[in-house]
């Protein structure tokens, strides 16, 4: 619901931007569907007609026609690095949990009268959707598996120091907060030109995620922040043969933090010259091979891994040492 009023706000701002400089705007989303009309019509004094769909008339539009509608931007976008195309991806993974249409019109009321017009605003918001993932975790329940602390990142980003025109690449991509705390790096590390960002928004960000719920949790935790077509593959990274990976696929810079104790399967295994069943030590080699000569890496690491003393471990600290001018390594403790 966040997104969907998002999007509302969005829309409205890229009309505006058109009027100003004399160009027409053709909205993303059909008059029927615009969140003005089925969500929150309004009467003159402002407030929410109470005509608004309710019950089990909204929870039927909302299931039986506006998440199909949405789907449906996939196939009929024009292309994977739209706007359009992302919400399809989005909304063909998603489904409406609240059951009941009285409370779905309660919390749309309530998302409402949320403005998503400032960058102050959008920054807040983007805030608040990044802390309900980590509630989430804190929960218990899952999402918050996908989060890695934000002065955590800020940090591994300070120091990596992207530059306008480097590849940014996170092969485990989660809610995607390198990637966005990279984005606001940049944002605010000079005064973009109209080129600048527009390398920003395409030609910059990469990731591929696994998990279908952090997948869409990454795409929209990217909007949200202002990169409108991620290019955030669904995909499991692991599964690419190392040998197939050529010099065009590579990144200037690789930011990341893996999941540890995972188990892949023997056949994944084969995909790596180092066999370990650690997803993390599978992923580091990965990052090794994708990154380009002379690139830079900010890679989260369990607290082991400088100590372990099975042959993988052993292997894996050579291949790094062999392969990477190493300035600073960073041993953390789990939980830090």
């Known amino acids: 619901m966040l997104f969907l009023k998002y999007l509302d706000d969005l829309e409205k701002d890229k009309q505006t931007a058109a009027e100003l400089s ?5 909205k993303i989303i059909d008059e029927e569907f615009q969140w003005s009309n089925w969500a929150a019509p309004k009467l003159e004094n402002g407030k929410i007609d109470h005509n608004a769909l309710t019950g089990d008339d909204l929870a039927d539009f909302v299931n039986v026609k506006l998440f199909p509608y949405l789907k449906k931007f996939k196939a009929n976008a024009d292309n994977a690095n739209t706007i359009e195309y992302k919400i399809g991806e989005i909304f063909s993974e998603l489904k409406n949990r609240i059951q ?9 009321n309530l998302i409402d009268e949320l403005r998503f017009r400032t ?3 959008k920054h807040e918001m983007s805030h608040l959707y990044e802390g309900k993932i980590k509630n989430m975790g804190n929960a218990g ?27 940014i690449y996170d092969g485990a991509v989660g809610s995607a907060g390198f990637l966005v705390e990279a984005f606001e790096y940049l944002n605010k590390s000079k005064k973009l030109s109209t ?15 696994k998990k279908s719920l952090a997948y869409i949790i990454g795409i929209m935790n990217m909007i949200l922040h202002g990169v409108e077509a991620p290019n955030i593959i669904h995909t499991n990274t692991l599964a690419e043969n190392l040998a197939d990976i050529q010099e065009k696929d590579r990144y200037d810079i690789v930011l990341a933090n893996p999941p540890f104790g995972g188990k892949e399967r023997a056949e994944v295994q084969q995909n790596f010259p180092i066999k370990t069943g650690e997803t993390a030590f599978l992923f580091l080699q990965h990052f090794i091979k994708i990154l380009k000569a002379g690139g830079k890496a900010g890679i989260v690491i369990k607290n082991t891994f400088l ?4 042959n993988a471990s052993v292997a894996l600290r050579k291949e790094l040492l062999s392969s990477c001018n190493l300035h600073t390594v960073l041993d953390l403790p789990s939980g830090t």
């Open 307 to 310: 100590s372990n003393t099975d």
């Open 100 to 108: 009941s249409g009285y409370n779905l019109r309660e919390v749309v």
């Open 195 to 209: 080129k600048d960002s527009e390398t920003l928004q395409k030609n910059t960000f990469y990731g591929k995620e």
């Open 141 to 167: 329940r899952n999402g918050g598996e996908y989060y890695t602390p934000r002065p955590l990142i800020k940090t591994t980003v300070k120091v990596v120091n992207p530059q306008i025109g480097n590849t």
């Open 119 to 121: 960058h102050a605003e």
């Open 22 to 26: 004399g160009r027409s705007y053709s």
